[in-house]
């Protein structure tokens, strides 16, 4: 049974599933070159039918994520266009009359009359029915508007597509994306800002199958995370990551009168959430509150009463439910700091964490639901490589014009061993090769990599590379084999997708010194091995043959605020507009003189 998931909120993804195995995901940004892009994902569609060879006839089903979405902030693109000064103004004038002043907003509909928020560039939906139609009937306008575009765009009749609960898709991509634990009871936890009316659910495996025995919508702890992000003045649904990577650089005085604040709001009840004080918003409430304190004892006392919540509300389900395994999904499981105080919790034997669990994830995990309610049993996900392959004759395109440039040179088929000198040297490369990763994270593929030894290649990569804020970390991809060199793991805990942060040791201290954080020394790591990722570990491992350094920095391949290349040309224009001294293609390398 071949399956099409599709999520076109909070980044556009699709995903092809076989037989319950997952044959290609990717997000439509990668094509469109438009960061978190929301809509139909049509452009991803077109590529992962191409690199599968499958033919929009022989799709049996279409899983769209999500039983409602809203068609006005569809219709805006906000998630997509969005600005920072955008969030501040919808603040002001949307839920400051609606909470605050308890009237009415037009905001939304005012958007509509604006340029930027009327272009219908990517857009593929109609969505003039909401100019006719009572806003009650939008939910089932919507869903119409959804199955006429499959059926336009693919030939597929209305009687093949269903709508996936939001949390019921991250329930299944956070069992079927682990592998499977045997001998064991095992609870499923999925937690984010919202969807189909809810933040949170609580499931657990019974007679082979995932049943949930809770859902909540007073999980508010990823909007409330959300919403300090905009206090400190990053963007919402996007920089939460830079308040975590902030969070360790303060001192306890400075983050407790923070932690105070939230801690006598949202409060653990049982297997729930209940308001101790109930703010009256979250963003003026807080924002009052917090005049006076230092930007970083915000980000740190956010962090640390969240890490305090989870513990707690963890440990209830855990004890409830009998479990000792943990499956984890959902937007708040993309905290790795978090995910490292619940790792390290007596009460669990294994957590596992999938790669992205973002929204993102969907698309795979409504294909999932969808499969296992016709029988068709979902396969463990082996890995996360699952977009299109450049190839060597793209590649070769791509670069014919430096060939003749007196400020280019180009190598046909180097060695990895020539790559690893070049990188000992403190050479930083690109590395665009193999089928691209799904997600948000970086695992080799659109990679930028570089010597992790040396210190002063944080700074570099950060000021000419990826123009990012001084204090985010990088992150290391570690060799298997050496993982207990550098990783304090004693669960051995999977970390193949960068979704949980470990303390370091002393011999990472020094050898992965420009890739763990800067103040508190943890460490994300992806661990390779010649199973996931044959390529890329080889470089690896020649690079370990000339330095001893089991382990390179990897970053994403992409300039600060664009999403991670996708093709050669891509990579090349990357390239060229960056500090990278390589970029690595397949069958050529191609350097700066």
């Known amino acids: 049974m071949i399956i099409l998931g599709i999520n076109e909120d909070h980044n556009g993804t699709a995903a092809i599933i076989k037989d319950g195995v997952v044959l290609a995901c990717a997000s439509e940004e990668r094509f469109t070159r438009v960061k978190n892009d929301t809509e139909y994902p049509k452009k991803t569609i077109d590529s992962i039918l191409q690199s599968t060879g499958i033919k929009p006839s022989q799709i049996d089903l279409v899983a769209f994520a999500g039983k409602y979405i809203d068609?006005?902030?569809?219709?805006?693109?906000?998630?997509?266009?969005?600005?920072?000064?955008?969030?501040?103004?919808?603040?002001?004038?949307?839920?400051?009359?609606?909470?605050?002043?308890?009237?009415?907003?037009?905001?939304?509909?005012?958007?509509?009359?604006?340029?930027?928020?009327?272009?219908?560039?990517?857009?593929?939906?109609?969505?003039?029915?909401?100019?006719?139609t009572p806003e009650s009937k939008w939910p089932e306008m919507m869903n119409k508007m959804r199955c006429k575009m499959v059926n336009e765009h693919l030939g597929i009749s209305e009687n093949k597509v269903s709508f996936i609960d939001h949390h019921t898709g991250h329930a299944y991509f956070a069992y079927y994306a682990a592998p499977r634990e045997k001998n064991s009871k095992v609870a499923i936890v999925t937690a984010d800002g919202w969807g189909d009316g809810c933040n949170s659910t609580i499931s657990v495996i019974e007679n082979g199958k995932i049943k949930e025995i809770h859902r909540s919508s007073m999980?508010?702890?990823?909007?409330?995370?959300?919403?300090?992000?905009?206090?400190?003045?990053?963007?919402?649904?996007?920089?939460?990551?830079?308040?975590?990577?902030?969070?360790?650089?303060?001192?306890?005085?400075?983050?407790?009168?923070?932690?105070?604040?939230?801690?006598?709001?949202?409060?653990?009840?049982?297997?729930?959430?209940?308001?101790?004080?109930?703010?009256?918003?979250?963003?003026?409430?807080?924002?009052?509150?917090?005049?006076?304190?230092?930007?970083?004892?915000?980000?740190?006392?956010?962090?640390?009463?969240?890490?305090?919540?989870?513990?707690?509300?963890?440990?209830?389900?855990?004890?409830?439910?009998?479990?000792?395994?943990?499956?984890?999904?959902?937007?708040?499981?993309?905290?790795?700091?978090?995910?490292?105080?619940?790792?390290?919790?007596?009460?669990?034997?294994?957590?596992?964490?999938?790669?992205?669990?973002?929204?993102?994830?969907?698309?795979?995990?409504?294909?999932?639901?969808?499969?296992?309610?016709?029988?068709?049993?979902?396969?463990?996900?082996?890995?996360?490589?699952?977009?299109?392959?450049?190839?060597?004759?793209?590649?070769?395109?791509?670069?014919?014009?430096?060939?003749?440039?007196?400020?280019?040179?180009?190598?046909?088929?180097?060695?990895?061993?020539?790559?690893?000198?070049?990188?000992?040297?403190?050479?930083?490369?690109?590395?665009?090769?193999?089928?691209?990763?799904?997600?948000?994270?970086?695992?080799?593929?659109?990679?930028?990599?570089?010597?992790?030894?040396?210190?002063?290649?944080?700074?570099?990569?950060?000021?000419?590379?990826?123009?990012?804020?001084?204090?985010m970390p990088f992150t290391p991809s570690i060799l298997l084999e050496r993982a207990n060199d550098y990783l304090i793991n004693p669960k051995n805990l999977k970390a193949e997708y960068m979704t949980i942060a470990f303390d370091s040791t002393e011999e990472a201290r020094k050898d992965l010194q420009a890739a763990i954080h800067p103040y508190d020394y943890t460490v994300r790591p992806q661990l390779v091995s010649p199973e996931t990722n044959k390529e890329y570990y080889d470089i690896l491992k020649a690079f370990e043959k000339r330095t001893g350094i089991g382990g390179v920095l990897n970053t994403s391949l992409n300039l600060h605020g664009f999403p991670i290349v996708c093709t050669s040309q891509d990579a090349i224009d990357t390239f060229i507009n960056s500090g990278l001294d390589g970029m690595i293609l397949p069958g050529i390398l191609i350097l700066k003189n």
């Open 219 to 471: 999980c508010n702890l990823a909007r409330m995370y959300r919403w300090v992000t905009l206090i400190l003045g990053m963007k919402p649904n996007e920089h939460e990551f830079k308040v975590m990577g902030l969070a360790p650089y303060t001192k306890e005085y400075i983050r407790k009168p923070v932690y105070e604040i939230y801690k006598e709001t949202l409060v653990v009840d049982g297997l729930d959430f209940k308001w101790n004080k109930k703010p009256s918003d979250m963003y003026f409430y807080f924002r009052e509150k917090f005049e006076g304190l230092r930007f970083d004892g915000i980000a740190a006392g956010i962090q640390l009463w969240l890490e305090e919540m989870l513990v707690e509300w963890i440990t209830n389900i855990m004890k409830h439910t009998g479990a000792d395994v943990l499956y984890y999904s959902g937007g708040l499981s993309m905290n790795v700091k978090a995910n490292k105080v619940l790792a390290e919790l007596p009460i669990l034997k294994n957590f596992h964490v999938p790669p992205s669990g973002g929204d993102e994830s969907l698309a795979i995990g409504a294909a999932f639901v969808l499969a296992k309610e016709k029988g068709d049993e979902p396969k463990t996900l082996e890995n996360a490589y699952l977009g299109c392959s450049p190839t060597v004759e793209e590649s070769t395109v791509a670069v014919a014009k430096f060939r003749n440039d007196k400020g280019f040179k180009v190598i046909d088929n180097p060695s990895n061993e020539f790559i690893a000198g070049l990188l000992a040297e403190s050479k930083v490369l690109g590395r665009c090769v193999g089928k691209m990763e799904f997600g948000a994270r970086s695992l080799g593929n659109r990679a930028i990599l570089c010597d992790p030894s040396k210190h002063e290649n944080l700074l570099l990569i950060n000021e000419k590379i990826k123009f990012r804020d001084f204090w």
């Open 71 to 132: 068609p006005l902030q569809m219709s805006i693109k906000r998630l997509t266009r969005y600005k920072i000064s955008d969030y501040i103004k919808e603040m002001h004038e949307y839920w400051y009359n609606v909470l605050i002043k308890k009237t009415e907003s037009s905001y939304y509909h005012d958007l509509l009359k604006e340029k930027r928020f009327s272009d219908k560039s990517g857009i593929y939906y109609d969505y003039s029915f909401m100019t006719n």
